[in-house]
């Protein structure tokens, strides 16, 4: 029979599943009314991850991301492309390279899809004491390197590259 601590963090682990598996709902629901496949809208959240951070997204770097083959993100980038949801442009201090980011007018799409829902979050968020808001952060930044873990090692034992999708 788990312990008490075992079935509080099970618990945990369940509302972590439940948040994932609503924000996927959400996720297709958006893709669906945009005529997004989903593996488009999961490169579009990479995109915008990595301007977030300061990195400058290559084709190649997609490529990494999403753990698809190079003509698979070629086809997938056109789409986003032509759907004006990306810009493709030269690198000005390298002009053999090529750089990805999100149209301001994806961004005001994704903001007025997912706006109200980031606002609600943030507004709970400010209910939490700063040392719970750590806690919480902590643990989210803890449960990606286990799941980033666990998918290496599954696919160090398939042989297959690393999924990242």
Known sequence: MPTSDEQSAMTLVHQLRAVTVELDLLGAEFARKHRLHPTDLR?????????RAGISATPTWLTE??????????ALI?????????????????????LLEVDEQAVA?????FGPLIKDLVGTLRSFEPADLDAV????????????????????????APRRG
């Open 43 to 51: 490169a579009l959240i990479h995109l915008l991850d990595a301007e």
């Open 65 to 74: 991301q999403m753990a698809l083959d190079a003509s698979s993100v070629t």
């Open 78 to 98: 056109g789409r986003l492309v032509k759907a004006g949801h990306v810009r493709r442009y030269r690198d000005p201090s390298d002009g053999r390279r090529v």
């Open 109 to 113: 799409l994704g903001w007025s899809f």
């Open 137 to 160: 952060t902590r643990f989210l930044a803890a449960a990606v390197a286990a799941i980033e873990r666990q998918r290496s090692q599954r696919d160090d034992r398939t042989g297959e």
